[in-house]
């Protein structure tokens, strides 16, 4: 069974001569385990739509199912922890004034988890940061710690789904990687699903089992990892994107 299941999503915003919609009859199922990627220009729909898989936006119609459970835009509390989100920015996803600690702590409280300490020292174990860091503030990590501390705060909750907007594209290239590989180790360890936006076709390539393709709100094609290495795609936007990342994602004859 499919842990999500979307279809005929449509997100608007604004009314009168400020409506727009923003996601147009969207549909695609998530295997559990499964890292689903949406790539697509700047604009085109692809935060909306984690947005609306998360709960955070309310204007959508159409069904989504989330581990075999139809959910409205109005979620209860142990809906909202089935999926977390982790965003591209971890400088602005952080309270500035919060230390990491109570950034750890407050969903665990909201959410009524015991052990709240043991598990916050276990989630920044996971995400390889020492116990101390629970007190630091967010300006005293760099930018790939404070990514992972933006990781454990998903986690913590111990969610079945991430879903990851952009997450190494606000990082230096030489910590882009170890980020990418730290979600990959929890996702086999923690048995996660992901769904993954990110402009980079090599990211994609490396994480994603599928990727869905979006044009002004619409998905245009739904690739597989082997078809985006063959370079077997059958939309022009999607050869676009890849004949833009060539060099990134390995030509044919080198794909195995
Ligand atoms: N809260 C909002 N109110 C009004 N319009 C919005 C809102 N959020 C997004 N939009 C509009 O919806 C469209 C899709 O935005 P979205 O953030 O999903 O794009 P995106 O594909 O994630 O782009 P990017 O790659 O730049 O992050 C854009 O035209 C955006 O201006
Ligand atoms: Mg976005």
Known sequence: MSIISVNDLVVSFGSG??????????????????TFGLVGESGCGKSTVLGALAGRIKGWSGSISIDGEAVGPKRSRSQLAKQQMVFQ????SL???????????????????DQR???????????????????????????????????????ILNPGILLLDEPTSALDVSIQ???????????????????????????????????????????????????????SVQHPYTRTLLDGSRGYVPPPKLAS
């Open 17 to 34: 001569s400020d409506f727009k919609q923003v996601v147009k009859n969207v549909a695609f199922d998530v295997e559990p385990g499964e």
């Open 89 to 92: 920015d971890p400088f602005g």
């Open 95 to 113: 309270h500035p004034r919060h230390t990491i600690g109570r950034t750890l702590l407050e969903p665990l409280e909201i959410h009524g988890f």
């Open 117 to 155: 300490q043991e598990r916050v020292e276990r989630v920044l174990r996971d995400v390889g940061l020492p116990p101390g860091f629970r007190h630091r503030f967010p300006h005293q990590l760099s930018g790939g710690q404070r990514q992972r501390v933006a990781i454990a705060r998903a986690l």
């Open 177 to 231: 990687a170890e980020i990418l590989n730290l979600l990959k180790d929890l996702r086999e360890r923690d048995k996660l699903t992901y769904v993954l936006v990110s402009h980079d076709m090599a990211v994609i390539a490396h994480l994603c089992n599928r990727v869905a393709v979006m044009l002004d709100g619409q998905f245009v094609e739904v690739a597989s990892r082997e078809q985006l290495l063959r370079g």
